[in-house]
């Protein structure tokens, strides 16, 4: 079945970085776009970013557009958010997901358990 596992999470003073991974298995990733998603205390769900499948096409929320990178190694069938610039409003669990495409959660059909960052000022 597809499993979706995020790690690299964790407390980071702002101004930091940290790298977020998620390792996917049960489906062929190289022909999967990509997400990342956010949920803070009390918010809903937020989009982050998404990769298409090649690698071609990136897609970032303006809040993080130019801190956030996406890239994916198709080989090891894994997705990375690289942050940067890290801010207290960025404290978050940090979602993958798979099976969909854009900004809307609810495009998405395989969903990882999440990943806690937690960013001090």
């Known amino acids: 079945q597809v499993q979706l596992v995020e790690s690299g999470g964790g407390l980071v003073q702002a101004g930091g970085s940290l790298r977020l991974s998620c390792a996917a298995s049960?489906?062929?990733?190289?022909?999967?776009?990509m997400g990342w998603f956010r949920q803070a205390p009390g918010k809903e769900r937020e989009f982050v970013g998404a990769d298409t499948w090649s690698g071609g096409q990136k897609v970032y929320a303006d809040s993080v557009k130019g801190r956030f990178a996406i890239s994916r190694d198709n080989a090891k069938k894994t997705v990375y958010l690289q942050m940067s610039s890290l801010k207290p409003e960025d404290t978050a669990v940090y979602y993958c997901?798979?099976?969909?495409?854009?900004?809307?959660?609810?495009?998405?059909?395989?969903w990882g358990q999440g990943t806690q960052v937690t960013v001090s000022s």
């Open positions: 049960g489906f062929t990733f190289s022909n999967h776009n």
């Open positions: 997901a798979a099976g969909g495409w854009g900004t809307e959660r609810t495009n998405y059909a395989y």
